[in-house]
């Protein structure tokens, strides 16, 4: 990155700080709705001391763990069956759509239902948020493989299951990632949902406790904290890692 | 006969006339080691006959066979050069050109021939690059040589340089005729450009178009390398113009008729 970009963003950002502390000195606000932007820093230094933030970022973690690799691998498993079979993709690919458009908060009610307030609720939202995003992906990954490599393929000889593994899955690499991207927002968002409404351990039941304490000061810490992570993840992991192999496949 | 096409005919479905006959009755007997041009205007069928001697396209009539036996379906004993290069973008050039080999041949072995083949057409420099950091005619050049490193039969081209620049497509002209004496092969090879198949070829054949058929068969008995400006082929070239020209004037004619029926 240019040094002048990091300097923009840097100034942006202690203007915001700089704005959020003027609002707060004025008095217009009562602490209790305002904190100022030390008191969240004092929050959030507090709690990483302390260890209880660690703890629900671990816990965070796990849940978010086995939620999107299970994710992961029902949705290519769906994606591929979608995108391999025409029968398959007329009789459900519109429901997959449909699935893919409930806001995943919509499954917490029946997941604390199936089965009470566990870490196996938040997983199973972990899964239900992510699943069907790399379905869609996968199946349109699956079905855009240039018909032109497959042709290319069969002058060669190729056919039957080495097709598949040799030419339909690497061309499918892109959007498989582009699906990974995803699968991982809506997952990490889902999380969220889940956990807020969950028992805990984790970073969005920190933030219900906090809200039921009236701390605002964490309840805007950890607000910064999802968010600083959210960012993270994405753009030094996810969007790297789609870039790399776009650039590599000739489509960027 | 090295390649025969006996009686070869194709019918597409279509969803308003019911049926669309490409081309019928067709004709043709190749010898090994001959470079043969097919020349036509678009619509003539040139490259649907070239799918279905690789396979990739079912005749609906008639049957093509290569040495005695029926072409049924794809195999690696005819290699095919398309005009989109169609080289594995998550492949490095040298695998690439040994990705139909690897099924038949160790690694090592492969990788030799592949090397074998990617020298022949002057890309051994290359063999570690992506696809990505080739340019058009050197993408070209390896599907040639892929093709080739499968030591197949018949060597099968459709339109391979129509999508190179001018200055491009004369290099690989010259760089195709070597790897052709060099290797022996016996090319097919489809164009629409009658300076290609002049400079190319020991034979062209020309098609025409509505219904696609065979309309003449030229022998080219000029030395290589042949220059534009030599008068036999000039010569040559004017013969096939005129016999090209009311083709093509055919296909336009039907083409603004169609567009009238469209306006009103």
């Known amino acids: 990155m240019k040094w002048n970009i990091l300097i923009k963003r840097i100034l942006f950002l202690v203007a915001v700080i700089g704005i959020w502390q003027l609002i707060f000195t004025s008095g217009l606000l009562e602490e209790i709705v305002f904190p100022s932007p030390i008191s969240v820093g004092e929050a959030l230094y507090n709690g990483f001391t302390r260890g209880d933030f660690f703890s629900a970022l671990g816990a965070s973690f796990k849940h978010l763990f086995i939620g999107l690799s299970m994710a992961i691998a029902f949705g290519t498993l769906l994606g591929v069956i979608l995108g391999k079979s025409k029968q398959a993709d007329e009789t459900a690919g519109m429901y997959l759509i449909a699935m893919q458009s409930i806001p995943s908060i919509v499954w917490v009610p029946l997941a604390i239902m199936l089965f009470g307030f566990s870490e196996f609720a938040v997983i199973f939202v972990v899964v239900l948020g992510g699943t069907f995003v790399m379905g869609l992906n996968v199946r349109t990954a699956i079905q855009s493989v240039p018909p032109q490599f497959k042709r290319a393929a069969r002058t060669m000889g190729t056919g039957g299951l080495r097709m598949f593994f040799r030419v339909e899955v690497p061309s499918s690499v892109p959007y498989f990632m582009t699906g990974l991207r995803l699968a991982w927002a809506f997952s990490w968002r889902a999380l969220m949902a889940g956990e807020l409404l969950s028992n805990g351990p984790g970073l969005g039941y920190s933030l219900a406790y906090a809200q039921d304490y009236a701390r605002m000061d964490q309840v805007v810490g950890i607000i910064v904290i999802i968010g600083v992570i959210g960012a993270i993840v994405d753009q030094f992991v996810f969007s790297k890692l789609e870039d790399n192999v776009r650039s590599r496949w000739g489509l960027a | ?264």
């Open chain 2, 1 to 264: 006969m090295f390649l025969e096409f006996d009686q070869v005919g194709k019918k597409f479905k279509d969803k308003e006339n019911g049926e669309f006959e490409v081309f019928s009755d067709i004709n043709l007997s190749i010898e090994r080691k001959e470079f043969v041009s097919l020349l036509g205007p678009s619509g003539c069928g040139k490259s649907t006959l070239l799918s279905m001697v690789a396979g990739l396209e079912k005749s609906t009539a008639g049957a093509i066979s290569l040495e005695g036996e029926k072409i049924k379906k794809a195999g690696p004993d005819r290699g095919m050069v398309f005009q989109q290069a169609s080289l594995f973008p998550w492949l490095n050039v040298r695998d690439n050109v040994t990705f139909p080999l690897k099924s038949t041949m160790s690694k090592k072995e492969a990788e030799e021939r592949a090397d074998h083949f990617l020298k022949m057409v002057h890309l051994s420099r290359f063999k570690k690059h992506y696809t990505y950091e080739l340019s058009g005619g050197m993408q070209q050049r390896v599907a040639i040589a892929r093709a080739l490193a499968m030591d197949p039969k018949l060597l099968l081209m459709d339109e391979p340089f129509g999508a190179l620049d001018e200055q491009t497509r004369h290099i690989l002209h010259d760089e195709l005729i070597k790897v052709w004496e060099e290797t022996q092969k016996t090319i097919l090879f489809v164009t629409h450009s009658i300076q290609e198949a002049i400079k190319l070829s020991d034979r062209i054949v020309v098609m025409g178009t509505r219904p696609g058929r065979i309309i003449a068969d030229f022998k080219v008995d000029i030395p290589r390398p042949r220059s534009r400006t030599d008068a036999r082929v000039v010569e040559l070239e004017e013969q096939v113009m005129d016999l090209l020209k009311d083709e093509i004037n055919k296909v336009l004619k039907e083409e603004l008729e169609n567009e009238v029926e469209y306006t009103y």
